[in-house]
């Protein structure tokens, strides 16, 4: 995980021409520390910008490297400093919800430097280097029709994908249901998750296919057959 406002709002406190920004954003990106050093003793720049702009090709790592960046970058301007801590409660956020998951950072991590505007991710399957997943926040879409919102979105190839599914996984059943903001529901939906079913949110009035459903039966949520499901 990353954010492209930490590098943006170095960039721009250092006085970093269209060009100069460029070159070294191409160097960050290939983790070159030695063509860093040498693109930035040619910029004249602060001692400032240059010694935050050199340090931020090696802070990657899990969550300690948020306290060590705010340490690092603690004379960066605000909107670096709000980035920062955007990827902390991003990161909190998820070790609740996710307890157990391992959370990297990267804050030289610029894909879709010129198309994001914010937080950036990438998703592992565990024992995998490749990405499942990856994407990130851009504002004003749809800015060209009038209408500029706020999203997040994220790619992924379902051809790479389905090859690190095991062959069953294809022929059990699957579970739908109707998300909703239900804590019940959701503590159901990671028990069932957890030993191995697979369940599947829809979206309200959608139709996809499942051989099961999951109805509130009672005050509980019960996994039905489809065609026998009783609301209750």
Same mark, same amino acid.
């Given at each position: 995980m990353g954010h492209v406002g930490v590098?943006?709002?170095?960039?721009?406190?250092?006085?970093?021409?269209e060009s100069q920004e460029q070159e070294l954003f191409s160097a960050l990106q290939r983790k070159a520390v030695t063509d860093?050093?040498?693109?930035?003793?040619?910029? +004249?720049?602060? =001692? @400032?910008? &240059?010694q935050m702009l050199q340090e931020l090709s090696e802070l990657n790592g899990d969550k300690s490297v948020l306290p060590r960046a705010k340490s690092v970058l603690k004379n960066a301007p605000k909107s670096v400093q709000l980035a920062l801590s955007t990827l902390e409660q991003i990161a909190d956020a998820l070790t609740q919800r996710i307890p157990g998951i391992a959370i990297?950072?990267?804050?030289?991590?610029?894909? #879709?430097?010129?198309?994001?505007? #914010?937080?950036?991710?990438?998703?592992?399957?565990?024992?995998?280097?490749? /990405?499942?997943?990856?994407?990130? &926040?851009? @504002? @004003?879409?749809?800015? /060209?029709f009038g209408l500029a919102q706020p999203a997040t979105g994220f790619s992924l @190839?379902? =051809?790479k994908l389905a090859t690190q599914l095991p062959a069953e996984s294809f022929n059990q059943e699957t579970i739908g249901v109707e998300w909703a903001e239900d804590s019940h529901l959701h503590a159901t939906v990671k028990s069932l998750r957890e030993s191995g079913k697979v369940v599947i949110y829809q979206?309200?009035?959608? +139709?996809t296919s499942t051989t099961h459903t999951l109805v509130k039966q009672n005050g509980h949520w019960q996994v039905t057959e489809i065609g026998t499901q009783t609301r209750g």
């Amino acid at each position: 995980m990353g954010h492209v406002g930490v590098y943006r709002g170095l960039a721009e406190f250092a006085g970093l021409t269209e060009s100069q920004e460029q070159e070294l954003f191409s160097a960050l990106q290939r983790k070159a520390v030695t063509d860093i050093s040498a693109l930035l003793d040619s910029y +004249q720049i602060s =001692k @400032d910008a &240059r010694q935050m702009l050199q340090e931020l090709s090696e802070l990657n790592g899990d969550k300690s490297v948020l306290p060590r960046a705010k340490s690092v970058l603690k004379n960066a301007p605000k909107s670096v400093q709000l980035a920062l801590s955007t990827l902390e409660q991003i990161a909190d956020a998820l070790t609740q919800r996710i307890p157990g998951i391992a959370i990297n950072f990267d804050l030289a991590e610029l894909r #879709g430097y010129h198309y994001h505007t #914010g937080v950036v991710f990438a998703a592992y399957k565990p024992e995998s280097s490749y /990405a499942i997943a990856a994407g990130g &926040r851009y @504002d @004003d879409i749809g800015e /060209a029709f009038g209408l500029a919102q706020p999203a997040t979105g994220f790619s992924l @190839d379902l =051809k790479k994908l389905a090859t690190q599914l095991p062959a069953e996984s294809f022929n059990q059943e699957t579970i739908g249901v109707e998300w909703a903001e239900d804590s019940h529901l959701h503590a159901t939906v990671k028990s069932l998750r957890e030993s191995g079913k697979v369940v599947i949110y829809q979206f309200p009035g959608s +139709q996809t296919s499942t051989t099961h459903t999951l109805v509130k039966q009672n005050g509980h949520w019960q996994v039905t057959e489809i065609g026998t499901q009783t609301r209750g």
